[in-house]
């Protein structure tokens, strides 16, 4: 029992400071993409800025709107939370170091991340809003229709590695010698980290949130708490599904030449140097791109990503029977 | 239309069928007046469904400040005071044909020297409303970015009017018979050479060196992204029939290929004697709106460098009476100013000032197209169109 709470605090741990390094990069990253000192005075140069952040929003009024439908309103930021966090839990930063192991790790995971789709519609459709609504609709019609690509993406990974364990699929890679991403996979990779930002609804593929449209989309009625939890949901989405990236194309938490029986002291540093990379070039696409719209959006899914992907399945199978 | 559910319609069943279609109702939204892309307060009352926009009905006047009434009861010096307040994010260029149309009844000759100067400044002004659309334009279609840009290079522009005049926005620097002595000249110091401030030649080279390389930027940074071009091309046609039936003018009309440009129709300002280009679209989409403005801002700069060179000497001031008294009369002075044509029509009286002022602004004209733009527009385009007319609302309102 004990471990098993010791492991929830460390998941909610790293969830949390998982979402606020990004936040700090994501932020810093905008300031020096657009020439600007950006946050500078709250501690150690600005760095801790996210930890007053999240204590204002903690302080400040939690505004419920008398039309909305309070059960539904004041759960729909749980949704989103749940399914970002819960993903931690399957991530592994070394063969041991990992909350748990799942024989149908990849299956989870996916399954899992499915879940903020729920709060997303949820918020949109309680906020008795005319713009929360046509963000959350828009939210769910880009969250279902990029699910597909982000899924078949991975089967072909799943196929390489003739395993659903993340663990599994890291050692695969090691026994290999080169991360999938070389071996083969670089179609899939390209169409993971395509899909995986459309569900993390960031630009430019951010039209549920839309400020220059819909104001703030779904979360436009949410205030304190509430609207922290949002806003810490998608970086932590980000983050994870980084590291889910990471682990299944690039190698994990082993890079080639590096002893493998020194893996458990490495392994983290190497992941999460993997991770920031990936963060790192979502967020320099955020703040370069603009916004798609949403049948430009919804073409690009279904005409492009999702027979790109099938062909990437099919490819994969017919090497890994033919060879 | 035939009911295929009435059983007398149906002579054999295999002609059966059920089509019922579902008719919803279209959705009111209503955006503004406070709502981030609506510069201010504009209100759009738009009938939507889901995505796709049916009808949007602009709602003005949050922003109507009775300019032209409160010029009833102000003198003419004073009244320049109101005016650059109208388009505020080209304040300067707001003041010229006020004063050239006072000028005009009094039959004033101004001075080469300060027509010079007005003509830098009003291109100036021209300049720093283009990079504002520029930033604004890119973050209407997604775009966090480019605002930093323009917002960084306006202000070399802003500095420099600033320098001549005292104010950044509100330059207040137009007096009838020619321009305010510089700032800095002193008030008492009459013998002083009140002129141009110290460096302005060289400080005006650089900074118009930089705006033609801020274009060029800007031309890579926005018009190049795939993702800008896919949500512009071709968005929001306007033709050039709808263009002149509505009397939209300005960029908006020249990019949709009607060369049409007020500086070389008029004579309010010396724009004869510079030599540069007028920018016209082809396809009249929003991309098109965007790019005029672009070349214009080079064209601008051009203008500019071209009157440093050629600068007359000379007094800044004409002779004028000390109490300025207009004859009576009546007088129309257009002006091509950065949002369009601007115009005043002074009706004077003889008096301090004008019996009626009636002013014909831009932005008004052009956001009356915004309906006419809207063939298929889904949500995220009535936004790129509005975004691309580039109106303020105090040129809408006054």
Known sequence: ?323 | MVNALDPQNIKNFSEASVSVEIETEDMTLNIGPQHPSTHGVLRLVAKVDGEKVHDVKPVLGYMHRGYEKLAEVRTYPQITTLVNRIDWVAGFSNEIPFIAGAERLMEIEVPDRAKYIRLILTEMARISSHFVFNGAYALEVGALTPIFYAMEDRERVLDLIESVTGGRFHPNFNRIGGVKPAAGAGPTTKKNIQDLPAGFYRDTKIAMQKVIEAADQFQNLIGGNEVFKKRTKDVGVLTPEIAEAFGVSGPILRASGVKSDLRTQTDYLPYDQFEYEIPVGENGDCYDRWDVRVKEMVESAKIVLQAIDSMPSGPLQAKVPKVIKVPKGRTYVRAENPKGEMGYYIISDGGLGPYRLKVRTASFSNISILPNLLEGALLPDLIAIMGSLDFVLGDVDR
Not at chain 1, 184 to 204: C, D, N, S, Y
Not at chain 1, 308 to 319: D, G, P
């Open chain 1, 1 to 323: 029992m004990t471990e098993v709470l010791i492991k929830v605090g460390l998941l909610a741990g790293a969830a949390l400071t998982g979402a606020i390094t990004f936040t700090i990069m994501d932020v810093k990253g905008a300031s020096w993409m657009q020439r600007r000192p950006g946050p500078l005075h709250v501690g150690l140069r600005g760095f801790i800025f996210p930890v007053a952040e999240i204590l204002k929003f903690i302080q400040k009024e939690d505004i419920i709107p008398t039309e909305v439908d309070r059960p539904v309103f004041k759960w729909a930021p749980a949704y989103v939370m749940v399914s970002c966090v819960a993903l931690f839990a399957v991530v592994p930063l070394s063969p041991t170091l990992v909350v748990a192991d799942l024989e149908l790790g990849v299956f989870f995971a996916l399954a899992i991340s499915s879940l903020g789709t729920i709060g997303v519609l949820t918020a949109g459709w309680s906020s008795a809003n005319k713009y929360s609504l046509m963000g959350g609709l828009r939210a769910a019609g880009q969250l279902i229709a990029y699910e597909l690509p982000l899924i078949l993406a991975v089967v072909g990974v799943v196929i390489q590695a003739e395993t659903m364990s993340l663990v599994g699929i890291v050692e695969k890679q090691i026994e290999w010698g080169v991360p999938f991403v070389v071996g083969g996979q670089i179609v899939g990779f390209l169409i993971f980290m395509v899909a995986a930002t459309a569900e993390m609804m960031r630009v430019p593929f951010d039209m549920p949130i839309g400020e220059s449209e819909l104001t703030m989309g779904f979360m436009t009625e949410y205030s304190g708490i509430r609207f922290l939890i949002f806003y810490i949901s998608e970086y932590m989405n980000m983050f994870i599904l980084c590291a889910i990236a990471s682990t299944l194309f690039l190698g994990g938490y082993h890079v080639p030449l590096l002893p493998t029986e020194w893996v458990n002291f490495y392994g983290p540093i190497v992941l999460l140097t993997k991770t920031a990379i990936l963060g790192f070039i979502l967020v320099a696409i955020r703040w370069s791109q603009p916004r798609f719209r949403e049948d430009q959006l919804q073409n690009l899914a279904w005409k492009i990503l999702i027979p790109a992907s099938l062909v990437n399945i099919l490819v994969t199978a017919i090497m890994k029977v033919g060879f």
